[in-house]
């Protein structure tokens, strides 16, 4: 099953996340099938492909509970 999540890049304590598209048993940090975007939590700065993302979630991948927050902040997904 495909799953929409978070990847941690950055350092200690200075966190950064892309947001990726991976099999749901693959660990958090290992290779993905697509990046789709990134994410930011210290400065609240994210930029996602909407195109990659629909394609996505209409061949069937399943946003984890913190990536669908983020999409529907970000106005991708409605509510």
């Known amino acids: ?13 200075s966190p950064s996340y892309r947001l990726v598209i991976m099999e ?3 660990r958090r940090n290992g290779r993905p099938i697509d990046e ?3 994410y930011n939590p210290l400065t609240k ?8 993302i629909t394609k996505w979630l209409g061949y069937g991948a ?5 990536v669908l927050n983020l999409l529907k902040k970000s106005n991708i997904i409605k509510s």
């Open 1 to 13: 099953m495909l799953k929409l999540r978070l990847k941690r890049t950055g350092r200690k304590r």
């Open 24 to 26: 749901n048993t693959t």
């Open 62 to 66: 399943k946003p984890t509970q913190t």
């Open 36 to 38: 789709v975007g990134y």
């Open 45 to 52: 700065q994210s930029k996602f492909d909407t195109v990659k």
